[in-house]
T-cell receptor
Framework: AQSVTQLGSHVSVSEGALVLLRCNYS??????LFWYVQYPNQGLQLLLK??????LVKGINGFEAEFKKSETSFHLTKPSAHMSDAAEYFC????????????FGTGTRLTIIP | NAGVTQTPKFRILKIGQSMTLQCTQD?????MYWYRQDPGMGLKLIYY???????DKGEVPNGYNVSRSTTEDFPLRLELAAPSQTSVYFC?????????FGPGTRLTVT
């Protein structure tokens, strides 16, 4: 079984500041980890994913995340926030190949302060 | 290539009515999923399918039914709608690890 905890349901950062969205997971098997973004009244779009290999993964729109097995974390970062980054972000985990069902966190709403 | 499409976009139902939410994908994906999204709760898996003719329950299946007669279509049926089914419903499909989501159906039951 898998679970995901996202710390902070709301995060506000100033434009140009570092974005850090936290995600911790629990999994009984080697996990696949994902970050999705949801803009208002839209579906979810994949930002990035970790399956195997390099633990630092880069995604779209300048976002990246690092898989840290020892900390069971997969935090999402972006060096410099842009107004267009305002959205809701979801961390998700699956059990890997052959077990693609996703378990989502409760989401973090990111607000960018001009 | 339209990806995952869902109809309708919005619907208001009265308690006890039934309806079918439609989902179609044109990517020839074997796996398809139905989720519901409630405020502050993330997405919860209702049902999923690993191929035509095969479906299985997710985390919150009560009050819903699905069928998968073709690779492309995965309709979600609500029988006897209840206020607790007011939510936004997302369909998704996948081949491999990445899921592709439709735009959602916003359902209100009053």
């Amino acid at each position: 079984a898998q679970s995901v905890t996202q710390l902070g349901s709301h995060v506000s950062v100033s434009e140009g500041a570092l974005v850090l969205l936290r995600c911790n997971y629990s999994s009984s098997v080697p996990p696949y980890l994902f970050w999705y973004v949801q803009y208002p009244n839209q579906g979810l779009q994949l930002l990035l994913k970790y399956t195997t290999g390099a633990t630092l993964v880069k995604g779209i729109n300048g976002f990246e995340a690092e898989f840290k097995k020892s900390e069971t974390s997969f935090h999402l970062t972006k060096p410099s926030a842009h107004m267009s980054d305002a959205a809701e972000y979801f961390c998700a985990v699956s059990g890997g190949f052959g077990n693609e069902k996703l378990t989502f966190g409760t989401g973090t709403r990111l607000t960018i302060i001009p | 290539n339209a990806g995952v499409t869902q109809t309708p976009k919005f619907r208001i139902l009265k308690i006890g009515q039934s309806m079918t939410l439609q989902c179609t994908q044109d990517m020839n994906h074997n796996y398809m999923y139905w989720y519901r999204q409630d405020p502050g709760m993330g997405l919860k898996l209702i049902y999923y399918s690993v191929g035509a003719g095969i479906t299985d329950k997710g985390e919150v299946p009560n009050g819903y039914n699905v069928s998968r007669s073709t690779t492309e279509d995965f309709p979600l049926r609500l029988e006897l709608a209840a206020p607790s089914q007011t939510s936004v419903y997302f369909c998704a499909s996948s081949y491999g690890s990445e899921q592709y989501f439709g735009p959602g159906t916003r359902l209100t039951v009053t």
